[in-house]
């Protein structure tokens, strides 16, 4: 079964209740600032709500991060890793972890490299023992999606993690076939923002 991480990003809360009266639950906003102005009245009154970062992650918001967010889909580099260690050895339970790929190695995008993935993995589960469990990408626009899903779900197999956050509004579909566990869209369910 497919997850649908509902892309909140940028509108009101209003919205968002219009989506939870038809029953949906698992939610992605991109910026920390944001959410923790939406969410949390929200979660007081829908305890059920799963809340997903989506969006670059500094270290000097990870305390608010882990505060409000149930998954972090955008571990992306060893300083954040260590960040994260840092507030689980203080004993503080640390959300859900996604680790993000750049799959197409674009230097404006944000992800692990693939050439470093299978290392930085290792690193955050074994070294680490952060509590990651799944990958997210983003494929570049202008290349066929398929090459990357395939990519991402043979990483995700090797490395026995069970989900794969893969596919937005123009590519959901090929996601799903290719195995995505958590497909997030936005506008196409909540408009152009
Ligand atoms: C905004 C965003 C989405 C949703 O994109 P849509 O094209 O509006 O569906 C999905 N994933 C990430 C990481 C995003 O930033």
Redesign the pocket.
Known sequence: MTQLVA?S?THPVATIEQAIALGQRVF?E?RVQEAMLKFPALKEHYPDIELHL??ALQTNKIKEAIEHFDVI?TLDRKKLADAFAKEQARGTVLPKLYIQVNTGNEPQKAGILPQEANEFIIYCKDTLHLPVVGLMC?PPVDEPPAPHFTYLKDLAAAHNLPYLSMG???DWQDAIKFGATHI?????IFGS?
Do not use: C, Y
């Not at 997030?184 to 196409?188: K, L, P």
């Open positions: 892309v990003k992605g991109n989506l969006g889909e983003i937005m509004s123009n997030r869209v936005g506008t196409a923002r």
